[in-house]
């Protein structure tokens, strides 16, 4: 029996690209084992999956920051370690795929302890930290973006593109009504926050509801927590986290605002959805969404606003500015070939599969 084993998590953007491989191995006939957290997203979104077993494993936190839990995380990643190399034990996959976030770097030392070759996908610019430090123990490292290769050991590094769900080619528009009950025409909105919803976004939507809603019909994908029925009104439909329905609203989205994660904005380019992004600030990060958001807009993809320049001006200039060069920054986007990066990713996780032992 071939044995296949994918961790990642911390967000969805950790887990996405793996819920997007599973399938393939899954055709292939392969037993699919998936190490997480105990209570991540990747627990939600992988959890309930019947042909996969989950593993949930002690995390420490990479903080770039003191906290007295600095204290504690080396020995939850030890303990992580510890676990992780007995389900590697006892599971005997023939490979490991990571795709980043804190809880994979116990995984993939485990792995190495092991002797399990690991291929590592990156998506952002700059390699993530959790990523760097797992560097020294992957077999080969695959990149979104060709920059991001020269961030990482020359020898291991491949520039393959963005790993996108099949799924999401399939979206219905009338599923999509259906949902939102939009019927009049107006041109619609999708606004997405990442994966965990942005509270600025948030409030530049929330707070320009009537002037927006009187041009567009809106989708807001709230985040966990965040979805707020006081606001409810004609023209503005709310959801804190979609799975499944995200292709049909997708299908039925003109124009899209949304913070500039690197999957989700890979995922709007091949759909062709012109797009307003304000990238995540330095302040809170280590600044990686502006080089993706800078990166699009360079190339014709998408407009950007900056957090930091925000207010109610130029928050709507900046959306009738996106609905007035849709079709412009359609047509940029066809140059954009979806390349065949999940069939190079699932090449190369059975050419090391074959090389074990
Ligand atoms: C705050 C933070 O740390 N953000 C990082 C995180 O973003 P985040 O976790 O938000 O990841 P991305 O923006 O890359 O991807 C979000 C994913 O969630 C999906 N989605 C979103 C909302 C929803 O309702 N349903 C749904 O399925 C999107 O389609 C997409 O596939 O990981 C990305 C990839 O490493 C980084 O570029 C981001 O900087």
């Given at each position: 029996m071939k044995r296949i084993l994918f961790t990642g998590g911390g967000t969805a953007g950790h887990v996405i690209v793996n819920t997007a491989l599973i399938p393939s191995f899954r055709e292939k006939g392969y037993e699919i084992d998936y190490i997480g957290s105990?209570?991540?997203i990747e627990k939600e979104l992988i959890g309930h999956m019947d042909d996969v077993t989950y593993h949930g494993i002690s995390t420490g936190k990479l903080r770039r920051y003191m906290s007295k839990e600095n204290v504690k995380d080396p020995f939850k990643v030890a303990k992580g370690i510890l676990q992780s190399l007995s389900i590697i034990k006892k599971r005997k996959p023939g490979v490991i795929f990571s795709k980043g976030g804190f809880v994979s770097v116990p995984v993939v030392i485990a792995a190495k302890l092991a002797r399990v070759p690991v291929v590592i996908h990156e998506s952002d610019f700059t390699p993530g930290l959790a990523n760097k430090l797992s560097f020294p123990f992957a077999n080969r490292i695959l990149t979104t973006f060709p920059e991001t290769t020269e961030h990482v050991p020359e020898k291991k590094a491949e520039y393959i593109g963005a790993v996108i769900r099949?799924?999401?080619?399939?979206?219905e528009e009338e599923k999509g009504k259906e949902m939102t009950g939009f019927k009049d025409g107006k041109p619609v909105l999708l606004v997405m926050g990442g994966s965990s919803g942005s509270e600025n976004i948030n409030e530049a939507i929330r707070h320009n509801l009537e002037a927006l809603t009187e041009r567009y019909n809106i989708v807001h994908l709230t985040g966990k927590g965040h979805k707020d029925d006081s606001y409810s009104r004609k023209g503005y439909v709310q959801f804190e986290y979609v799975t499944d329905e995200l292709k049909d609203l997708l299908k039925l989205a003109d124009l899209v605002v949304s913070r500039a994660g690197a999957n989700a904005i890979f995922e709007f380019v091949a759909l062709k959805k012109p797009m307003l992004l304000i990238p995540l600030s330095r302040k809170v990060s280590r600044g990686d969404q502006i080089l993706n958001a800078e990166s699009f807009e360079r190339q014709g993809f998408a407009h950007s606003l900056d957090e930091e320049q925000i207010t109610d001006e130029t928050f709507l200039q900046a959306v009738n500015k996106l609905e007035e060069d849709k079709e412009k920054l359609k047509e940029n986007m066809n140059r954009y070939e979806v390349q065949k990066s999940k069939d190079r990713v699932i090449e190369l996780l059975q050419h090391y599969e074959k090389r074990k032992g």
């Amino acid at each position: 029996m071939k044995r296949i084993l994918f961790t990642g998590g911390g967000t969805a953007g950790h887990v996405i690209v793996n819920t997007a491989l599973i399938p393939s191995f899954r055709e292939k006939g392969y037993e699919i084992d998936y190490i997480g957290s105990y209570e991540g997203i990747e627990k939600e979104l992988i959890g309930h999956m019947d042909d996969v077993t989950y593993h949930g494993i002690s995390t420490g936190k990479l903080r770039r920051y003191m906290s007295k839990e600095n204290v504690k995380d080396p020995f939850k990643v030890a303990k992580g370690i510890l676990q992780s190399l007995s389900i590697i034990k006892k599971r005997k996959p023939g490979v490991i795929f990571s795709k980043g976030g804190f809880v994979s770097v116990p995984v993939v030392i485990a792995a190495k302890l092991a002797r399990v070759p690991v291929v590592i996908h990156e998506s952002d610019f700059t390699p993530g930290l959790a990523n760097k430090l797992s560097f020294p123990f992957a077999n080969r490292i695959l990149t979104t973006f060709p920059e991001t290769t020269e961030h990482v050991p020359e020898k291991k590094a491949e520039y393959i593109g963005a790993v996108i769900r099949d799924e999401l080619f399939q979206g219905e528009e009338e599923k999509g009504k259906e949902m939102t009950g939009f019927k009049d025409g107006k041109p619609v909105l999708l606004v997405m926050g990442g994966s965990s919803g942005s509270e600025n976004i948030n409030e530049a939507i929330r707070h320009n509801l009537e002037a927006l809603t009187e041009r567009y019909n809106i989708v807001h994908l709230t985040g966990k927590g965040h979805k707020d029925d006081s606001y409810s009104r004609k023209g503005y439909v709310q959801f804190e986290y979609v799975t499944d329905e995200l292709k049909d609203l997708l299908k039925l989205a003109d124009l899209v605002v949304s913070r500039a994660g690197a999957n989700a904005i890979f995922e709007f380019v091949a759909l062709k959805k012109p797009m307003l992004l304000i990238p995540l600030s330095r302040k809170v990060s280590r600044g990686d969404q502006i080089l993706n958001a800078e990166s699009f807009e360079r190339q014709g993809f998408a407009h950007s606003l900056d957090e930091e320049q925000i207010t109610d001006e130029t928050f709507l200039q900046a959306v009738n500015k996106l609905e007035e060069d849709k079709e412009k920054l359609k047509e940029n986007m066809n140059r954009y070939e979806v390349q065949k990066s999940k069939d190079r990713v699932i090449e190369l996780l059975q050419h090391y599969e074959k090389r074990k032992g």
